[in-house]
């Protein structure tokens, strides 16, 4: 079935300093979605990305979705204490969402 | 416009206890997902109705997880026999209806502990 890896597991970075997470998936998507979830919260749909080679900005948050549309990211530019949570790219197939295991953000002030 | 309801928000059982978990979807929202969540893990899908009907069942442990949503609006989520496994956040999800729009509201979640 699909798989959607989600690299790195944990990021620790100093405030003021950018951060990235990566998603590749096993197959072809039709899209993906990045979710954001703050401790001890559920997941908050953060964008949809449905293009091949798409970029969407949201303030200091660029979402690229890959040429193949088998992968994508997330860069934070500039981290703030408030951007701390787990993110997950989820990759849709025909019906279901599969979501990535999720980057852990820290963000020392 | 009111969330997605969940409830119990946590339980704590016995093993080969049973457990039951209801949800709520946003009004009109046609389309309700069960995930299970372990921790440190994202969310995989148990379950899909699209109204009253199922979608997606595949990853849902048939032998002892069962759900319904009969009326096609709430939905209950069963477990029994309980396993220690089976310990994780239980999130429901709902979907507005249309094709351009994926986006999935989650509820708060109701948090398994099985002893």
């Known amino acids: 079935g699909q798989q959607v890896m989600q690299i790195p597991q944990y990021q620790h970075v100093q405030e003021g300093e950018d951060f990235t997470t990566y998603c590749n998936s096993s197959?072809?998507?039709?899209?993906i979605q990045w979710y954001k979830q703050r401790p001890g919260g559920h997941p908050v749909f953060l964008i949809q990305?449905?293009?091949?080679?798409e970029v969407k900005k949201q303030k200091r948050l660029t979402f690229q979705f890959g040429e193949a549309k088998k992968n994508s990211s997330l860069h934070i530019t500039a981290t703030q204490t408030t951007d701390v949570g787990t993110y997950f790219c989820a990759g849709a197939g025909s019906y279901q969402l599969t979501f990535g295991k999720g980057t852990k953000l820290s963000v020392i002030p | 416009e009111a969330g997605v309801a969940q409830s119990p928000r946590y339980k704590i059982i016995e093993k080969r206890q049973s457990v039951a978990f209801w949800c709520n979807p946003i009004s009109g929202h046609a389309t309700l997902y069960w995930y299970q969540q372990i921790l440190g893990q994202g969310p995989k899908l148990l379950i899909q109705?699209?109204?009253?009907?199922?979608?997606?069942d595949s990853q849902l442990p048939k032998d002892r997880f069962s759900a319904e949503r009969l009326k096609g609006v709430d939905s209950t989520l069963k477990i029994q026999p309980a396993k220690l496994e089976d310990s994780a956040v239980y999130l429901c999800a709902s979907r507005p209806p249309g094709q351009a729009t994926y986006e999935q509201y989650f509820g708060p979640g109701t948090r398994l502990t099985v002893t």
């Open positions: 990305l449905v293009k091949s080679g």
């Open positions: 109705f699209q109204n009253n009907g199922v979608v997606d």
């Open positions: 197959t072809t998507l039709s899209n």
